[in-house]
């Protein structure tokens, strides 16, 4: 079984930056899609960014040029560097994980931006 294990999210201001870490236990983490998704307050869950087990990586518009999601796979773990906050990123962050058929979801971690 796959557990994925957020860190980092909290309160900030808005135009700060926080870096959000996922630590997945699986050592299929390496040939693994993983993935930044948020769901705010009556909204749909939403992806954010995508990192391929290749390096390749992908952003929702939104997002694009503020947020970097990055890989380590000697520590089995995803980041994302969220900068220039704004109140609009207000939301539950959850780690995704995609390998084949497979998905697996982080039990989420909660960002605030006050205006």
């Known amino acids: 079984q796959v557990q994925l294990v957020e860190s980092g999210g909290g309160l900030v201001q808005a135009g700060g930056s926080l870096r959000l870490s996922c630590v997945a236990s699986a050592s299929i983490f390496k040939i693994s899609t993983m993935g930044w998704y948020r769901q705010a307050p009556g909204k749909q869950r939403e992806l954010v960014a995508i990192?391929?087990?290749?390096?390749?990586?992908n952003y929702a518009d939104s997002v694009k040029g503020r947020f970097t999601i990055s890989r380590d796979n000697a520590k089995n773990t995803v980041y994302l560097q969220m900068n220039s906050l704004k109140p609009e990123d207000t939301a539950v962050y959850y780690c995704?994980?995609?390998?084949?058929?497979?998905?697996?979801w982080g039990q989420g971690t909660q960002v605030t931006v006050s205006s």
């Open positions: 990192v391929t087990s290749g390096g390749n990586t």
């Open positions: 995704n994980l995609q390998r084949a058929i497979s998905n697996y």
